[in-house]
């Protein structure tokens, strides 16, 4: 029963693919260095969530699940014993920080942001563009952890709704299950369920950032199993700080137009010079057939 158990959770958790068509594109933005590694190595990398910019970004979701946990504390007289205990772990497991599965991340936009001047001084002045459908396929292929794609949710009621959706899924099934069973695997029932919220939290922002229109894939693993997957991760030094990541896609073969679409050169004092710099990257690295366009957005005079 604990298999079924997994799966009704993992279906309420893995919204990956909302409305997407498989030639929708995404453009992930990025640095003139970065632009240069990528090509390069002919690899697209997922950062280790706790060493991003903005860790608030993890505790924001983690404080939503809190929130939603509490709810149902504080109105216990509807719950049975077991579900109680298991909420009461729960909380105990999203307040200590250490027992949270390990997060990769890589952080796309849709095609209708691919010009937007706020990301472009934000994120780097060159933005890669892949079809979803590439994404999901090489994903899915290469990254042995568990692989998500999806929007990013901005409105806190729907990520509200998300949650309790999750956590009222998760006690009807219990309920149809022995007590004996339960308890005998109650570690296995609790592990599944903190490793869906995790799951879905991932895709939460705060809504002073809707206008990214963000979209993120995301490999997941939990603690427990991190040992079977260091082989996977690898480190970088960025600005003198030391992150590590995963290889999110990688690619081995000149047919590169099926991998990349195009590489838009954001506003910049030296359009010219920017974009003979990226076709002698694409002519270095052996890249023919990807489109090269300029922003049609102004450059943004700071004075």
């Known amino acids: 029963m604990k298999n079924e158990f997994w799966e009704v959770i993992k279906n309420m958790s893995d919204y990956s693919g909302n409305d997407f068509n498989p030639n929708d594109i995404f453009y992930h933005y990025t640095s003139e260095i970065a632009l240069e590694g990528i090509l390069e190595k002919r690899e697209l990398w997922a950062t280790n969530f706790s060493f991003l910019n903005d860790k608030n970004e993890i505790l924001y979701g983690i404080k939503i699940v809190i929130e939603k946990i509490n709810y149902f504390l504080d109105n216990k007289k509807k719950l049975d014993e077991y579900f109680i205990k298991l909420l009461e772990n729960l909380k105990i497991r999203f307040e200590n920080e250490n027992m949270y599965p390990e ?8 095609e209708k942001n691919k010009n937007d001047v706020n990301l472009w001084e934000r994120y780097g002045n060159y933005n890669l563009g892949f079809k979803w459908e590439i994404i999901q396929q090489h994903a899915r292929n290469y990254t042995n952890f568990n692989y998500f794609f999806s929007k990013v949710i901005y409105d806190k009621g729907i990520q509200m709704h998300r949650i309790d959706s999750i956590l009222r899924s998760a006690q009807e099934s219990l ?11 109650f570690e296995i029932y609790r592990d599944c369920l903190f490793m869906a919220l995790s799951i879905v939290i991932t895709f939460f922002k705060h809504k002073a950032f809707i206008n990214e229109n963000e979209v993120r894939a995301a490999g997941i693993i939990s603690h427990d199993k ?10 970088t030094k960025i600005s003198q700080k030391v992150k590590p990541y995963i290889k999110l896609i990688q690619w081995d073969f000149v047919d590169d137009n099926y991998i990349i679409e195009e590489i838009l050169i954001g506003p910049t004092n030296y359009p010219k010079s920017s974009e003979k710099l990226v076709n002698m990257f694409l002519k270095k690295h052996n890249y023919k057939h990807i489109k090269v366009e300029k922003a049609d957005v102004p450059l943004r005079n700071n004075n």
């Open 226 to 235: 991190m040992n079977e997957y260091y082989e996977y991760i690898h480190f």
């Open 103 to 110: 997060v990769f991340v890589t952080s796309f936009i849709q």
């Open 175 to 185: 309920a149809k299950i022995s007590e004996n069973e339960k308890e005998s695997e």
